[in-house]
């Protein structure tokens, strides 16, 4: 693994990660507090999560300037 991740191919793709997927799992964990989830069964949990994005992509949005005032 470690060959592969110092290849050039493996860090340009490793270097990649950083600015697409995780800043968002780390903002929704720390910033929002997720670190659990208060709700039981797979579905209730999915609502949950699916609702802690929204809020996290509304933010976004907002942040840019992006939400049109309706």
């Not at 039981?40 to 609702?51: A, F």
């Amino acid at each position: 693994m470690k060959h592969r991740v110092d290849s050039p191919k493996g860090k340009q793709i490793y270097s990649h990660r950083m600015s697409v997927v995780e800043p968002v799992f780390g903002n929704i964990g720390t910033t929002k507090r997720l670190n659990r989830f208060i709700l039981r069964g797979k579905k209730k949990v999915q609502s949950q999560w699916q609702l802690y994005c929204l809020v996290h992509n509304i933010e976004e949005l907002a942040n840019y300037g992006q939400l049109a005032a309706s």
